[in-house]
């Protein structure tokens, strides 16, 4: 039998090793630094530069080895396009002196969070990167507030989508018809636009008292989750504080909440 430390040294010792004039664009998870996989903490290990997020917690960038300049890069969500051409320039300039730069992103570096431009401006600048999976909010968030993502006889599909441009007449997706497709919707960055969302949703054909939940702060010390329904959701993200990380989740998949915490709160009172 291995022990923990047995296993994690075993495993170490297998990740790749971080050559000088290479990024590594890595996803960080929601904000628990238990959620990071092996290959981004060898990042962490290894980078001489870190430019990180917003959302990148400080208990993952304690992670980075002494002496590693941290750059904070990237605001929480909406990043101008100007904003975005300097954060690649800077990771290319940085690769270009020879460094190990590590590009640290909240959640999947993939989902909404524009590592696809990067990973782009990387290859056409000739610049070697490899992509590290995250865990993203959307998923490891659910699984913290207890609300499962898939749930057989309730749902067969699950909508990611993003609140960011709900208002906008060219970029706005068409809520109505993801409305009418009767699968749960795990919004990212939609805590301003709920009112508009919910609104064209319940037009869309969803009812009033669609189990809603809104997830703050997932996987944190001060995660916090309120339970409501579409009719109400809008009404619970306003009274919330809007510097916290919230995701919007929308359908029945969040009653399960209740069932598991009712089942489990017989064995642990305290968790009522
Ligand atoms: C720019 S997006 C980045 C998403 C990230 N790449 C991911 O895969 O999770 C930022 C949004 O993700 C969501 N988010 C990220 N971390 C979160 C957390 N710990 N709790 C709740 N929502 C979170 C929020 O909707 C936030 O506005």
Not at 1 to 24: C, I, K, N, S, Y
Not at 69 to 91: D, F, M, V, W, Y
Not at 201 to 223: D, F, H
Request: net charge negative; hydrophobic share 50%; glycine share 12%.
């Amino acid at each position: 039998m291995m022990t923990v430390e047995d296993a994690l040294t075993r495993l170490m010792g297998e990740v790749p090793v971080f050559a000088g004039g290479h990024v590594w664009l890595a996803g960080a998870g929601p904000g628990d630094a238990g959620h990071l996989t092996l290959h981004a903490i060898a990042g962490l290990a290894q980078a001489e530069v870190v430019l990180h997020d917003a959302l990148v917690s400080d208990s993952v960038l304690a992670l980075a080895k002494p002496g590693t300049e941290l750059i904070h890069a990237g605001k929480r969500c909406g990043r101008p396009s100007s904003e975005q051409t300097s954060i690649s320039n800077e990771l290319i300039a940085q690769a270009r002196a020879g460094r190990r730069v590590l590009r640290l992103k909240g959640g999947d570096p993939f989902v909404f969070g524009r590592g696809g431009e990067e990973i782009l401006a990387l290859a056409e600048a000739g610049i070697p990167f490899r992509v590290i999976p995250g865990m993203t909010a959307g998923v490891a968030g659910l699984a913290a507030a207890l609300i499962p993502a898939t749930m057989r006889g309730i749902n067969q599909a699950v909508i990611f989508a993003t609140g960011h441009g709900a208002e906008s007449q060219h970029a706005s997706l068409n809520w109505e018809a993801m409305a009418s497709l009767g699968q749960p919707i795990v919004l990212y960055m939609g805590a301003r636009r709920i009112g508009t969302i919910a609104r064209r949703l319940m037009a869309g054909g969803m009812a009033s008292g669609l189990p809603a939940a809104l997830i703050l702060n997932a996987t944190t010390p001060e995660q916090h989750v309120t339970v409501t329904d579409l009719g109400h959701i809008a009404e619970v993200v306003g009274t919330a504080d809007e510097e916290s990380p919230a995701l919007i989740v929308i359908g029945g998949i969040v009653a399960m909440r209740r069932r598991i915490y009712d089942l489990i709160a017989q064995l642990q009172p305290e968790l009522r």
